[in-house]
């Protein structure tokens, strides 16, 4: 029997599932799981993905990624190759590390975004490894609740969770939530197919989809327009320089050019930014309005 063709659609969050083969250990050193994030944060830089949370167990792993214009399985691909190669290659062993293929869920609802992340984090609760969620070194917890990142990867609070307040609010939350209670979407996404369009979870508007794309010159177009307006030029912009004048202007750019429609995937190819920066930009300015 065929397995059933898995959706990859663009700008959209995914909990990504993956098992060591034959639930065997995956983990058996603090390097091993370091490496994973490695390698982790290697693919999400080169496909312009962003993490919101990760837990690493010892025989199965949680991702929630927010995939950009490269496909989730491309960036899946890239990390799980790299480390059964050097898993394989360290302890001696032939064959495959990871149980089939990922299991990915396309996350279409902003209060499951929310539960997902508090799921995620549990799970080393629910298998009585600790006590507490705080108490489990390689999950992201500790960014969400102390701002604590681990160095070897980045991790952008979803939406919902950004700043001290949603720190609070994870924080005040974080116990309430049981694992038995969370959802698991049936879609499954990542493999080759064609793109299915699906209505687009939009943050901070209205449902509705994204406006149709017209090519990279006309998102530049608005995005150059829009600098010159401000007396700057898009080059600038697109510099990692943190200047207040550079970074307040490009903030306010890329939240317009939301607003009007552009997907964030395209916005942040424009800007040399992730996707979730976008978005951030956005609800910063729509706070201020």
């Not at 969050?13 to 490695?38: K, T």
């Not at 950009?68 to 799980?80: D, N, T």
């Not at 495959?96 to 293929?101: D, K, L, P, T």
């Not at 996350?107 to 508090?118: E, G, T």
């Amino acid at each position: 029997m065929a397995r059933p063709v898995r959706i990859d659609v663009e700008d959209q969050w995914y909990h990504v599932v993956a098992r060591g083969q034959r639930g065997e250990c995956l983990f058996h050193s603090p390097q091993d799981d370091n490496l994973y994030l490695i390698e982790l944060q290697n693919a999400l830089t080169r496909c312009r993905g962003t993490l919101g949370a990760y837990c690493l167990m010892s025989n199965h792993v949680h991702l929630l990624i927010y995939r950009g214009f490269e496909r989730l399985s491309r960036i899946m691909q890239l990390v799980h190759s790299r480390y059964a190669r050097y898993f394989n290659r360290k302890y001696r062993k032939r064959g495959y590390v990871f149980q089939g293929r990922y299991k990915a869920y396309l996350v279409l609802d902003d209060r499951y975004l929310v539960n997902l992340v508090r799921y995620i984090h549990k799970n080393p609760v629910a298998a009585k490894l600790v006590r507490r969620s705080k108490d489990y070194r390689w999950s992201s917890d500790g960014y969400y609740r102390y701002g604590r990142a681990n160095p070897m990867v980045e991790v952008a609070r979803v939406p919902g969770f950004e700043g001290e307040a949603g720190r609070r609010v994870y924080l005040a939350t974080i116990d309430e939530s049981d694992p038995a209670d969370v959802k698991v979407f049936n879609t499954f996404v990542g493999e080759a197919g064609e793109e299915k369009k699906l209505e687009r979870r939009e943050v901070g508007r209205p449902r509705g989809r994204w406006r149709e794309r017209r090519g990279m010159s006309a998102i530049e177009s608005r995005a150059t327009e829009e600098a010159a307006a401000q007396g700057c030029r898009l080059e600038e912009l697109r510099m990692l320089g943190k200047r207040r004048k550079q970074s307040r202007v490009r903030q306010g750019i890329m939240a317009k050019l939301y607003e009007e429609g552009y997907a964030p995937s395209e916005i942040a190819r424009v800007f040399d930014r992730t996707p979730s920066a976008v978005i951030h930009a956005f609800q910063r300015s729509a706070k201020c309005q």
